[in-house]
């Protein structure tokens, strides 16, 4: 056996030896990896020299219009007004100010929008498989109609048909109050963050890590000796012991709430929606809502329909089983989806130069037609979007993994 063994090993090492030789006859271009390297390498080529011509064309066209090319008009006096604006503002302020202005205000757009149209196309995409025939067809009618129209209409119709046409100040429809509609805008309740509530985010982190700590302990000793034993009793009294703290040291809350006053037609306290942001907000939520809606209908229509009869057998109601079985596994399926949405709604905010609001686009646009710089705008526009975009992607890229399943 050892000198079959033996006679083997040497036969495949002198086969080894025997391809090595075939191998190291062939010529470069005979070589497997030869090819596949050289296409690769031609469309770099050709890639770069059509970056260089684009790169020389542009280079050349800035020469004879006697253009350079460079950012300092970002230090350069605006002097022109914007509409309305988180930040202090005025037209005496440089470019630079005035597109962070801008950018502030995109933001609020996209962060409230897209809480909000996640928050409506969740309910209304469970809306869809409901078993009452009438929340099902009118979700239905929602999905349709929204999904079929074009965007800009849409918030063109908000704006001229729902604010511009609407009551005026003086005969504003009121709900609970001075919770008021208008022609000037939505009237709302007002939230201030104060300065004590980075000692309220310092409390509230350790009071949620230590909870967890202690319910996962807790939980832990329940099972090991068997006694009667409620996790989450010690979880909880751990989180308000550190909210406690924090109330100690600040003697405050950490935002302060004002309900709207309105006194003679003059607003005393909450804070005025403009119609142009209102409109623009209502707009995207409502049609991102609705592409959102058939994500999640078909996200939950994707589980298998065995996962809701083994709920059943275990005698769980079905918000029971919608909350704990079925919407856990439709994340996987939903998450892709979504994130596209979430893309689709951060670049569509752009559309509301049409309605008037001073986002990026509209205050770059502004920049551009007082300074010329039309390549460095462009660029810096370009640049934003795509951070913006990149930021949502990873996000939505790393809850996608933690929510899927490891296969061992």
Known sequence: METESRSLQQGSEKGSEKDSGKNSELQFWQHPRFWPWLAQGLVLALLALGVL???TNLTANLQQKQLGFSFDFLRSQAGFNIGESVIDYSPTDVYLRALGVGLLNSLRIMVLGLVFATLIGVG????????????RQL????VEVLRNTPLLLQLVFWYFAAFVSGPSFEQRLS??????????????PSFAVRLSAISWAICLGLGITLSRWVWHRQHRR???SGEPIRPWFLAVITLLFWLSIAWVITKETPFSFAWPSVRENTIQAGVLLTPEYSALLLGLTLYTAAFIAEIVRGGILAVPKGQWEAARSLGLNPNLTLRLIIVPQALRTIVPPLTSQYLNLAKNSSLAIAIGYPDLYAVASTTFNQTGRALEVILLLMATYLTISLIISLTMNFYNRRIQIVER
Not at 124 to 135: H, K, M, P, Y
Not at 139 to 142: C, R, S
Not at 175 to 188: T, V
């Open 124 to 135: 209304v995409g469970i809306a869809r498989l409901s078993s009452n025939w009438l929340l």
């Open 175 to 188: 709900i609970l109050g001075d919770l008021s509609f208008s022609q000037r805008g939505i009237l709302l």
């Open 139 to 142: 979700a239905g009618v929602y």
């Open 222 to 224: 329940r099972i090991e």
């Open 53 to 55: 011509y684009l790169g």
